[in-house]
């Protein structure tokens, strides 16, 4: 099993950037799958998720992303997006996706329950 992260860089305030996590061994469309951040010297924090299909994708953001990021996946390519729009530098961070089955709602936002992880890509947004 393998997520595989790409997209970050750096931008100026007011930029986009669109992340991607590609699986491998594991059917994403199956899982809860989220993107989670950690800034230097901060815990990691839940970012945004996605639920199985079977469970209709919902969808679940924290605050200070609504309006901006937007998670979505392509089942034929076994990939889940994060479109960043309006990037601020407190959206400075490493971003990494998870994926988890079988998690409830309360479940979704809580880093320690997802077992499948990428290795992470750095966003670095200037001001």
């Known amino acids: 099993v393998q997520l595989q992260a790409s997209g970050g860089g750096s931008v100026q305030a007011g930029g986009s950037l669109r992340l991607s996590c590609t699986a491998s061994g594991l059917t994403l469309s199956t899982y809860a799958t989220g993107w989670f951040r950690q800034a230097p010297g901060k815990e990691r924090e839940f970012v945004t998720t996605m639920r199985e299909s079977g469970r209709s994708s919902t969808t679940y953001y924290r605050d200070s992303v609504k309006g901006r990021f937007t998670i979505s996946r392509d089942n034929a390519k076994n990939t889940v997006y994060l479109q960043m729009n309006n990037l601020k530098p407190e959206d400075t961070a490493v971003y990494y996706c998870?994926?988890?089955?079988?998690?409830?709602?309360?479940?979704?936002?809580?880093?320690?329950?997802?077992?499948?992880w990428g290795q992470g890509t750095l966003v670095t947004v200037s001001s």
């Open positions: 998870a994926a988890q089955r079988g998690l409830i709602v309360s479940s979704l936002q809580s880093a320690s329950l997802y077992q499948n």
